[in-house]
């Protein structure tokens, strides 16, 4: 194992060089919570892959695979169907706005007064997908060194919050484009063809496994149609997501790379389910199928090989977790914290943005590692996050950018009617229940319809305004406070 010790060394060590290289760039708010809006195609492209293709990807994708077989796939392919859909149908639209956050969105649609209560749903989701992602360098930690879990959880946790302070979106974005490439190298070039060797080969699998494994639709058609309804629908209106789209330089590097990236996630999807698929016929009484990842590395890779595969699963969780991260500080920052200020303290006052952007990763990093040492499931996080998300956001999101007639009241009616929908309903039904999603999005959607229909029409000057920065004309230099919509 010392070879592989070295491997894994060699790769945090870099990690942390990328942050500090990252930080002599991160000169202004721009350059820190979205590199300076110029990402290129390649950069653009690999750092989208690297976010949306975490710990629950990797690990949680291997482990459907050996529970389901090739169907096991369906949950990465809808997070790649949802980057599809996001950058065809929306991320020029998106990107153009030059904003920060969702709920910046939201204000500048529907006149403000909808961002601070769109942002406390935003920042609940955004904490709940960084702690997920930090509570899985426990499995990884686990495997390398056999290290207590919260110790694990600490370690993994500080490397992140340690370059995601120093550098802010442009340390991350150096390190997810290496995280990139290692997880391409481990997970597709190297464990997948080994995998399926030590397996027997398809023949081999497909003999010894039933065929239900090979069925594409053989997990249920009802779990699938969940997976879209969260993962799918979740990628068109996350900050995560949406604060990438933000560094693309121009509408075409955000369409097309990430097209490129979402084409990547559909592959990624097919290879977890088949390294899972071949782990069930090497090890077909696994005490869980999330431990398929792990042993299959463990037991059947050669040393340095397996470093490198380790290596991969750790650039899974760290890509997710820090752009998770900065996305649930920026929100608390911009979203939520300044306006709080502002209506306690309304004169305006110099500050230091980027210091106060990094104190506040600071604080973010400490609340999502202590909060992931006290929660244990991740499945059961992920998926909160995931209902918070799509029941509170979905309608009054993608309300604003298709629906001329909705309104800022429709628009609270759909964040709070779903919210407090999908709250009540994982309490009645469990958290792992389809219910909380199907009826909160069902609710959500009613009472944005209703209200907005029940109330005055948005203002012209605020869509004139609107549409002036969804089509890239208007200079958001110049545009500091949204319309405000009339009383």
């Known amino acids: 194992m010392a070879v592989d010790y070295v491997v894994i060394a060699v790769y945090l060590a870099g990690m942390l060089a990328m942050g500090w290289w990252g930080m002599r760039r991160a000169r202004s708010k721009s350059e820190f919570l979205v590199a300076g809006r110029r990402l290129g195609p390649a950069l653009y492209s690999g750092t989208m892959a690297a976010i949306v293709l975490g710990g629950a990807s990797t690990i949680g994708g291997v482990g459907l695979g050996y529970r389901y077989g090739l169907s096991g796939a369906w949950m990465v392919f809808t997070i790649g169907l ?86 802010g979106m442009w340390s991350i974005t150096l390190t997810d484009m290496v995280q990139f490439v290692v997880k391409t190298i481990g997970v597709l070039l190297l464990l997948l063809p080994i995998a399926v060797v030590k397996a027997g080969g398809f023949s081999e699998m ?24 969260i993962y799918t629908f979740g990628m068109l209106i996350g900050q995560d997501i949406w604060q990438r789209v933000f560094t693309a330089r121009s509408d075409r590097t955000a369409r097309w790379g990430g097209t490129v ?40 890779l050669p040393v340095g090989v397996r470093g490198l595969v380790l290596a991969a ?111 009540g309903l994982m309490a009645a039904h469990g958290i792992l229940a389809n219910e909380p999603v199907y009826y909160g999005l069902l609710a959500s959607l009613a009472a944005y319809v209703a209200v907005s229909l029940a109330t005055r029409p948005t203002d012209e000057a605020v869509l004139a305004a609107w549409r002036e920065r969804l089509a890239g004309r208007a200079n958001p230099e110049l545009v500091s406070e949204p319309v405000p919509a009339p009383r």
């Not at 497909?206 to 309804?229: C, H, M, N, Q, R």
């Open 206 to 229: 497909k003999a010894e496994l039933p065929t239900s494994y090979f069925d594409p639709l053989g997990i249920g058609g009802e779990t699938i149609f969940t997976y879209v309804l």
């Open 261 to 300: 990236a979402g084409t990547y996630c559909l592959v990624y999807a097919l290879a977890g389910a088949v390294i899972g698929t071949a782990a069930k016929v090497l090890y077909p009484k696994l005490g869980s199928p999330d431990d398929a990842f792990a042993t299959i590395v463990k037991d059947e």
């Open 82 to 167: 949802g980057l599809l859909a996001l950058s065809v149908f929306f991320s020029a639209r998106i990107a153009r706005l030059k904003v920060y956050t969702v709920s910046e969105m939201l204000d500048l649609r529907y006149g403000g007064r909808a961002g601070l209560i769109s942002g406390v749903v935003m920042w609940a989701y955004t904490l709940m997908l960084a702690v997920t992602s930090t509570i899985a360098y426990a499995t990884i930690f686990d495997v390398l060194f056999d290290i207590d879990r919260t110790l694990a959880i600490v370690l993994g946790g500080s490397i992140v919050v340690a370059y995601s302070t120093l550098g």
């Open 313 to 423: 699963a750790l650039a899974a969780v760290m890509s997710t977790s820090s752009g998770a991260l900065i996305a649930c500080a920026t929100v608390a920052n911009n979203d939520i914290w300044s306006r709080l200020r502002g209506i306690v303290r309304p004169s305006a006052e110099e500050h230091d943005e980027v210091r106060g952007n990094r104190a506040f990763i600071l604080l973010m990093g400490v609340a999502v590692i202590g909060t992931a040492i006290a929660l244990n499931n991740v499945v059961e996080a992920l998926t909160v996050a995931y209902n918070l998300l799509v029941g509170g956001l979905l309608v009054p999101i993608l309300g604003g950018l298709l629906w001329r007639r909705g309104t800022v009241q429709g628009a609270l009616a759909a964040v709070v009617v779903g919210g407090v929908a999908v709250v």
